[in-house]
């Protein structure tokens, strides 16, 4: 039997999966990321951990699943973390500097203030703010001495989480990244789709301490998977990328969530989108040409559920949100989750959570329904500046992701946005879409067999347009307060 090993390389989580001619699970494995939150506001995680995980999933993936000739790896990955190691032994200078951490603020200001902010929006695609990498590695130059003095001398790498994987899968032999990755650097120019000579100036580094971009489903040379074969990697996009691929989206018109520890929408546009202060634009992929699209990126989602839930300690988390989905309503209580500030739509790094409308009679529960509430709420804000940003009526989203298990969730989605959302039943699809990127570069699959309607379930707004409007009002108060107060 055949089969393409897709790496899923998460923020919480690395999944292998086996994905048979069929666009079937043959087999699939799971390692749990640590993530480490050191001062107020700065998240990290081991690069090693990333690249042991990874090897581990691969090895019960394989282990587990029956015996299968492997004919390519696709890799999805957490996209705006920075890696940084030694070119001469890939030996990591630091540890990775999640797309959460916040560290970079104070360059975001300067830059902004020095009227920096318009210029490189329009250039990247990208508002200023700390998710993206470009602010971080200026910020690695200025504190840390010693990678200060090796990258002068051209002795260091920065990449992404894929770039790194790659370089590690190949021994070191190849330093790559593909254009959906690159153009979520702030480093990448969209109009001429490679790196941007002056960001690299503002940020003090030059295009040879950064990957290579290649295609998203070039050749990114061979691993070595332990079985006996080399086999070539053939697929790589960042992960919302490849959920959007993995839901079979080809043209403009839909939108697709993907609900994981924060969340990101993304839309195809038919060339480089029109800017939009709100949202940011991006490359979708490059298979057999470059596909843009607008993107929203929600800072926090599900792990606002979780943290909700703990600080209120209502339990064991599912247990928890099952209560939460049960009550009838919301009691008036909005839990606006800027713990690390707020993203698209408003993008305020220096933002606050908060929770408005409490009484006497707050219940856990209602704590932990307003976590859930508010991610619904924030994937419709920026549904909405993606309609008014591309002038199109956007009729369906497509939903992906652990948090759309929550049938209540999903259909409280469709009555806020007043749109039917089709939810996914594949729980992998970044993977599956890794997956699909492969297997179209090696001729696997001639298009990929995508996901059909056979494979998602559709939620169809019940919430009369009032009554989504009222709510709506009620959390967007709740989202100004947070926006002005800190």
Request: aromatic share 8%; hydrophobic share 40%; with cysteine.
């Amino acid at each position: 039997m055949t089969s393409i090993l897709a790496i899923d390389a998460g923020t919480t989580n690395i999944k292998a999966l086996l994905i048979g001619p069929a666009g079937n699970v043959i087999s699939k494995a799971n390692y749990a990321l640590g993530i480490n939150y050191p001062q107020p506001g700065w998240v990290e995680q081991s690069p090693n951990e990333l690249w042991n995980g990874t090897r581990e999933a691969i090895r019960s993936c394989l282990q587990n699943g029956p015996q299968v000739r492997v004919l390519a790896i696709g890799i999805s990955n957490q996209r705006e973390t920075l890696v940084c190691w030694r070119r001469r032994d890939g030996c990591p200078l630091y540890p990775a500097i999640v797309w959460q951490c916040r560290r970079s603020t104070d360059i975001c200001d300067e830059w902004k203030a020095a009227g920096l902010a318009r210029a490189i929006q329009r250039k990247t695609g990208l508002q200023v703010d700390p998710l993206f990498p470009a602010t971080k590695i200026v910020w690695l130059l200025r504190n840390q001495p010693e990678i200060r003095t090796l990258a002068s001398r051209g002795e260091v790498c920065f990449g992404t989480v894929d770039s790194w994987l790659i370089w590690n899968f190949t021994g070191g032999k190849v330093f790559a990244t593909d254009g959906s990755n690159a153009s979520r650097t702030q480093l990448f120019n969209l109009e001429n789709a490679s790196w941007d000579k002056d960001q690299l100036a503002l940020c003090g580094i030059s295009a040879q301490d950064l990957p290579t971009i290649f295609p998203s489903n070039a050749s990114y040379g061979e691993a070595d998977l332990g079985t006996g074969q080399n086999v070539p990697i053939r697929g790589v996009l960042g992960d919302s990328h490849a959920a959007l691929l993995g839901h079979g989206v080809a043209e403009a018109g839909i939108v697709k969530a993907t609900y994981g520890t924060g969340s990101s929408l993304m839309t195809l546009t038919p060339d480089v989108p029109a800017e939009d202060r709100r949202i940011s634009r991006t490359v979708a992929w490059q298979l057999d040409r470059i596909r843009y699209a607008y993107e929203g990126n929600i800072t926090v989602t599900g792990s606002g559920v979780a943290w909700a839930s703990e600080f209120v300690g209502a339990g064991e988390l599912e247990s928890a949100v099952s209560r939460a989905n049960s009550l009838k309503n919301n009691q008036g209580v909005y839990f606006v989750p800027a713990l690390a500030g707020l993203g698209a739509p408003y993008w305020n790094d220096r933002a606050r959570g908060a929770i408005v409308g409490l009484s006497f009679a707050t219940t856990k529960e209602q704590l932990v329904r307003a976590a859930v509430e508010a991610i619904a709420f924030q994937i419709a804000d920026v549904f909405r500046a993606m309609e008014e940003a591309s002038k199109t009526r956007l009729n369906f989203l497509f939903a992906d992701g652990g948090a759309t298990r929550n049938d209540w969730l999903m259909q409280f989605q469709a009555d806020v946005l007043q749109r039917p959302v089709r939810r996914s039943r594949v729980p992998e699809l970044s993977g599956f879409g890794a997956a699909v990127a492969a297997g179209q570069g090696l001729g696997f699959w001639s298009s990929g067999p995508g996901t059909t309607e056979t494979q998602s379930d559709l939620f169809a707004p019940k919430m009369s347009e009032a009554e989504a409007a009222e709510v709506i009002a009620e959390w967007q108060k709740a989202v100004e307060w947070a926006n002005t107060h800190y």
